[in-house]
């Protein structure tokens, strides 16, 4: 309209300069000039607007091409996503709001999640540079080459035992007499961990752990070796594992805890010799060669099934009585006597594995042949229960229940395999297998990420009627010993992911077959520091 306005008034000037003199003329024409001069300006603002509004457009028209995709891709997966819950049988998902929305409601959201993008890789970007420093720090380098990680926990312990117990640090019966306090650094435990090449299609991979509560070296009766004193223990292998791992199947060699007895009490004060030891805790470490197959195995439960082969040691009561010479220094155990090795197999149902641990209920058997070098031989057997159940979000229930007969190379009847005593008659041995029962159970309440409570019971039982035949009168306390019980109770604090403390309490009831009880009171704390 402006431009129509301008035309008119030109042809006005040119009119009116058509009807006076030269004067007019001149004045019409500079009116005109400047009537024109106005109207280049006006075209010019006019182009200029017009090329703003084309960009304003173009990039409007981006957007919503943008936003069209995403939508479109937002559709794809939601069709996905109900294809695959239909598969499942599980209730298809309802459309998100973003969906149902027009490409033009999108744009202004489009510029916000643009700014929570940018955000999340900044901080993807400062994850990424604090994980490239930490690959920059001096590693393990192995002959293989392949990965090997160093792990493990420094432990200081202290304790005060109210009477006598069979390992003042690490006690796992009541003898009896004046107590003991003190501290030790003994059960400090270092780790190696290895991942190896890909094998068969699995891949594998190897560990071992060890602490420095081994046997301290011996003085010589011939001369001086060294100075020795409690701080002076020997290295001592405790677990080590090598094998296959597919994704239902794992192949191994390990020394470790029978595949009967899975789980094991909480505790940071009693890690070289593990809580509940000798009192229902089949617990100790033997050569095994394990098979684990998971069976109808989801997301959310499987069928696990293990067999294993293992040669298990002799009791720590065993008489050590052999038809080798003296230079024999590492004789057989009579279960390599037999010249066949045991075996164990478990079934359990297991759960979700959640932080390392899976919930479980497990039923196993084991049965090994012992020849012990008395001219007698017997067969250890086991039957088995265990269970990890969860009772809420903070609470755990773990327990481990056996029956069986001489197991003693398993961490159970009383120390011992069998009772014997001399035959007068005969000159050789009255031989008895001991039958026993046993397991424990334990509570543990989480208080948050840093702090979990823990409370323990547990008892191995050897059959009097079979062991009061073989009573020794004035025999030490383990010999006669026909009932082992221990009641633990702690709290660990972790402040950081690196940093452990433990206040607990622990009791211990052990009684003969003959004769009083004996019992202890023990406090022990703990602070550890993992690395």
Same mark, same amino acid.
């Given at each position: 309209? =402006?431009i129509?306005?301008?035309?008119?008034?030109?042809?006005?000037?040119?009119?009116?300069?058509?009807k006076?003199?030269?004067?007019?003329?001149v004045?019409?024409?500079?009116? !005109?000039?400047?009537?024109?001069?106005?109207?280049?300006?006006?075209?010019?603002?006019?182009?200029?607007?017009?090329?703003?509004?084309?960009?304003?457009?173009?990039?409007?028209?981006?957007?919503?091409e943008?936003?069209?995709?995403?939508?479109?891709?937002?559709?794809?997966?939601?069709?996905?996503?109900?294809?695959?819950?239909?598969?499942?049988?599980?209730?298809?998902?309802?459309? @998100?709001?973003?969906a149902?929305q027009?490409? %033009?409601?999108?744009?202004?959201e489009?510029?916000?999640?643009?700014?929570?993008?940018?955000?999340?890789?900044?901080?993807q970007?400062?994850?990424?540079?604090?994980q490239?420093?930490?690959?920059?720090q001096?590693?393990?380098e192995?002959?293989?080459?392949? @990965?090997? =990680?160093?792990?493990?926990?420094?432990?200081?312990? &202290?304790?005060?035992?109210?009477?006598?117990?069979?390992?003042?640090a690490?006690?796992?019966?009541?003898?009896?007499?004046?107590?003991?306090?003190? %501290?030790?650094?003994?059960?400090?435990?270092?780790?190696?961990?290895?991942?190896g090449?890909?094998?068969?299609?699995?891949?594998?991979?190897?560990?071992l752990?060890?602490?420095?509560?081994? %046997?301290?070296?011996?003085?010589?009766?011939?001369?001086?070796?060294?100075?020795?004193?409690?701080?002076s223990?020997?290295?001592?292998?405790?677990?080590?594992?090598a094998?296959?791992?597919?994704?239902?199947?794992?192949v191994?060699? !390990?020394?470790d805890? *029978?595949?009967?007895?899975?789980?094991?009490?909480?505790?940071?004060?009693a890690v070289?010799?593990?809580?509940?030891?000798?009192?229902?805790?089949?617990?100790?470490?033997?050569?095994?060669?394990?098979?684990?197959?998971?069976?109808?195995?989801?997301?959310? $439960?499987?069928?696990?099934?293990?067999? !294993?082969?293992?040669?298990?040691?002799?009791a720590?009561?065993t008489?050590?009585?052999?038809?080798?010479?003296?230079?024999?220094?590492?004789?057989?155990?009579?279960?390599?006597?037999?010249?066949?090795p045991?075996?164990?197999?478990?079934?359990?149902?297991?759960?979700?594995?959640?932080?390392?641990?899976?919930?479980?209920?497990g039923a196993?058997?084991?049965?090994?042949e012992?020849?012990?070098a008395?001219?007698?031989?017997?067969?250890s057997? %086991?039957?088995?229960?265990?269970?990890?159940l969860?009772l809420?979000?903070?609470?755990?229930?773990?327990?481990?229940?056996?029956?069986?007969?001489?197991?003693?190379?398993?961490? $159970?009847?009383?120390?011992?395999?069998?009772?014997? #005593?001399?035959?007068?008659?005969?000159?050789?041995?009255?031989?008895?297998?001991?039958?026993?029962?046993?397991g424990?159970?334990?509570? =543990?309440?989480? &208080?948050?990420e840093r702090?979990?409570?823990?409370?323990?019971?547990?008892?191995?039982?050897v059959f009097?009627?079979?062991?009061?035949?073989?009573?020794?009168?004035?025999?030490?306390?383990?010999?006669n010993? !026909?009932?082992?019980?221990?009641?633990?109770?702690?709290?660990?604090?972790? @402040?950081?992911?690196?940093?452990?403390?433990?206040?607990?309490?622990?009791?211990?009831? #052990?009684? @003969?077959?003959?004769?009083? *009880?004996?019992g202890?009171?023990?406090?022990?704390?703990?602070?550890g520091?993992?690395?």
């Open positions: 309209m =402006k129509f306005a301008i035309d008119r008034n030109l042809h006005s000037g040119v009119s009116l300069c058509g006076g003199g030269v004067l007019l003329a004045i019409c024409l500079a009116a !005109a000039a400047n009537t024109l001069r106005a109207q280049t300006a006006v075209q010019a603002d006019f182009a200029q607007r017009i090329e703003q509004l084309t960009d304003s457009m173009t990039r409007t028209q981006a957007q919503l943008r936003s069209q995709r995403e939508l479109d891709e937002m559709r794809r997966q939601l069709a996905e996503l109900r294809r695959a819950m239909a598969m499942r049988g599980a209730p298809a998902p309802a459309a @998100p709001a973003a149902m027009s490409p %033009a409601s999108v744009i202004d489009t510029s916000s999640s643009m700014a929570e993008a940018i955000q999340d890789l900044r901080e970007q400062a994850i990424q540079e604090s490239i420093a930490t690959q920059e001096t590693k393990v192995s002959e293989s080459k392949y @990965p090997v =990680k160093v792990t493990g926990m420094v432990l200081l312990t &202290a304790f005060a035992n109210t009477s006598a117990v069979d390992t003042p690490t006690p796992s019966v009541a003898i009896g007499g004046s107590g003991s306090a003190g %501290a030790t650094v003994h059960q400090t435990v270092i780790g190696f961990d290895a991942r090449p890909h094998v068969f299609g699995a891949h594998s991979f190897a560990d752990r060890v602490d420095f509560s081994g %046997a301290q070296a011996q003085v010589s009766a011939t001369g001086y070796q060294g100075y020795l004193n409690s701080n223990p020997m290295l001592r292998l405790r677990t080590a594992h094998g296959l791992e597919w994704s239902d199947t794992q191994q060699f !390990a020394l805890r *029978p595949i009967i007895s899975p789980d094991t009490p909480t505790s940071l004060t070289a010799v593990p809580a509940l030891a000798w009192s229902g805790n089949l617990w100790t470490w033997n050569p095994q060669a394990v098979v684990t197959q998971n069976l109808l195995a989801s997301h959310s $439960a499987g069928l696990e099934m293990q067999a !294993a082969l293992i040669d298990v040691g002799d720590p009561l008489p050590q009585v052999t038809p080798y010479t003296p230079l024999a220094s590492n004789p057989p155990s009579s279960a390599e006597q037999s010249s066949k045991g075996v164990e197999a478990r079934l359990a149902l297991a759960g979700p594995d959640r932080d390392g641990q899976r919930i479980h209920l196993g058997g084991y049965f090994a012992h020849n012990t008395l001219g007698y031989n017997f067969d057997w %086991a039957a088995t229960l265990d269970a990890r969860l809420g979000s903070h609470v755990e229930l773990t327990g481990n229940f056996y029956r069986g007969a001489a197991l003693g190379g398993l961490g $159970a009847g009383a120390y011992k395999d069998f009772a014997l #005593s001399p035959n007068p008659y005969t000159g050789g041995y009255y031989f008895r297998p001991l039958d026993d029962v046993g424990w159970a334990q509570l =543990k309440v989480r &208080a948050g702090l979990q409570f823990n409370a323990a019971d547990g008892m191995d039982n009097s009627g079979q062991l009061r035949p073989y009573y020794v009168a004035g025999g030490p306390m383990i010999q010993l !026909a009932r082992n019980r221990t009641i633990t109770g702690n709290a660990i604090y972790s @402040p950081s992911a690196y940093l452990l403390f433990s206040l607990e309490y622990r009791r211990l009831d #052990s009684a @003969p077959v003959e004769g009083p *009880p004996a202890s009171n023990i406090v022990g704390i703990g602070a520091y993992k690395f």
